[in-house]
């Protein structure tokens, strides 16, 4: 018996030739839709009119009331967003790429919302693809947020299709801001994950009666991610359901908060060291490709440095900027680049710098990988004896020139004294990289990487880094 195939136009299609064409279509279709994704991200884009805003000594100050307490994170580092939150009389402020789905995001989103019950404006800004807060008993938590009448819940660039460039774009920024007069900037997410399972770093500031400080800057660039069309509000309504999870979630915070053998009544501002001068600098809010701001800061800060320290998670920039990185280091009389292991790191994107690692090994610059058994997930650097920076900066291409980021610069001889010491504490746990891209012996031992992690990384970075040098 013959077989009978469709007819268009006169000609005969037969079903191999069908699925055929259509399996083209489909991937000439993908491949059109990444291109216009990556493109974008092939310009050049420089820093412009920010440096020339923001010479190298403009971060120096003579004096100022605010205070800075740095924070390596723990549990009682994160019990101070909750003390500060239920201190709170007229706002909260919060920025955040992510939320843990465990306890401790639980007990901060009931601080927020204890706090709304009490009249506080809470303002929560989250990354709208990364935030996690759907995961969280379900979305009831983001529900509950969004029904809560005080709270205002944001979210930063939502998934549009039909802007395939903007996809990859994200808010990293980690910022949290209480009356005006406490603000908390570092690299850690929200959860016991970020302040428990990792090692990471942030510094308390206390505003006092500095006009200008740290928390008004932070306040203004509020109001910038309040005003740009990135940012949607999502809202609610309450329901049954999500008053019972209300009344559930401020009876486990009240069992915790009460009997937590964290001191309540800490005198934070006491603790902190003086500041002559702190100031905020950010990466552009919007755009597909951005200015490079954060990154052009710490380069120039560095570049007019005699001692440099920087600590990043994993270091994935393009070449030309490694290049300025070793050009810089030359003459210093150190010049540190601090980041994880192998063995610790979770990031796939830590195969990228181990396929370049050997581009660093230069006299001058000498590497330090962590050996800890946590990922270290810090962001930070020191400058001579005054200048620091801590906050959200990742040295790597997403933060230079993706999502936007933020560090604090401080100008504080006690603050760089008691950073230095916790970066040369992290280093002691580490092993330097010697120039034969190798380890050097060293008071601790080399962790052992699964052969497996070696060979998917390795596979990662050989695919990748070619990539990267095209952004």
Known sequence: MKRRFPVLYGRRIFPRRIAL??????????????LCAFVPYTVTVRAGDYLALHPYESFFGTGSDERALLMPTDEESFFTRLVLAERAEESIDVATYNFSNDDGARRFIAALVRAADRGVR???FTDAKMSGLNKIDGGKAKDLLEATAAVELYEYNPVNLF???MLPV???DKLYSVDGEWLIVGGANIG??????NDDLEVLISDGATEDGATAQAEAYFGQLLASPLTVRRTGKMTGKLQTYKAELLRDFSAYYDGSPFDKARDYRAEGVAVNKITLVTNPIEGKKRAPDVLEVLFMLAENSDRVHFRTPYYVLTDGYTERLTAMSAGKSSFILSTNSLYNTPNMAFGVYLKNRKKLLTPSLTVYEYQGERQNHGKAAVFDDRLSAIGSFNLDERSAHIDTEMMLI???????????AELDRLDALSLAVGPDNDYLPGAVPAREVPAGKKLLYGFYGWFFAPFINLI
């Open 21 to 34: 064409r259509a399996g083209c279509f489909v991937a000439a279709f993908i491949l059109a839709y990444l």
């Open 122 to 124: 809470v303002r929560l």
């Open 163 to 165: 802007d395939p460039a």
């Open 170 to 172: 994200s808010m990293h």
């Open 192 to 197: 016991f994950h970020h302040f428990v399972n």
């Open 410 to 420: 401080i100008d504080s001889e006690p603050f760089n004294a008691a950073l230095s």
